[in-house]
């Protein structure tokens, strides 16, 4: 048995948590926060059957969309009293996984 903990964005999470259930993957969803940007994404464990892992993790990798967005920058190596802020394009989505080995699982 394994833990599988994948990290998400938000905006990605809907439909992997749809396409885990229609394949027959127990979840428990967590809303947290973090990254550079510190915006929300979701913190997904599953209980997973060594044979069945593949699987989960292929329909991670599916659902987790890496996209580019534009985020500021302060520059405050601009002399005087105010900051530059600049754009900065950046690469989001994707997911994060961690998969852990599980001595023992009680389902109660």
Do not use: C, H, W
């Not at 926060?33 to 990798?61: C, H, K, P, S």
């Amino acid at each position: 048995m394994k833990l599988v903990i994948a990290i998400v964005q938000d905006n990605d999470v809907n439909l992997l948590m749809d396409d885990l259930v229609e394949n027959e993957f127990s979840v428990t969803k967590l809303s947290t926060t973090g990254g550079f940007l510190r915006e929300g994404n979701t913190t997904l464990l599953l209980g997973v059957e060594e044979d069945r892992l593949q699987t989960a993790i292929d329909l991670i990798e599916k659902n987790g969309k890496k996209r580019k967005a534009t985020t500021t920058f302060l520059n405050s190596s601009v002399q005087g009293s105010m900051f530059n802020s600049l754009p900065v394009e950046i690469e989001v989505g994707g997911a994060t996984v961690f998969v852990l080995e599980i001595d023992q699982f009680y389902k109660l």
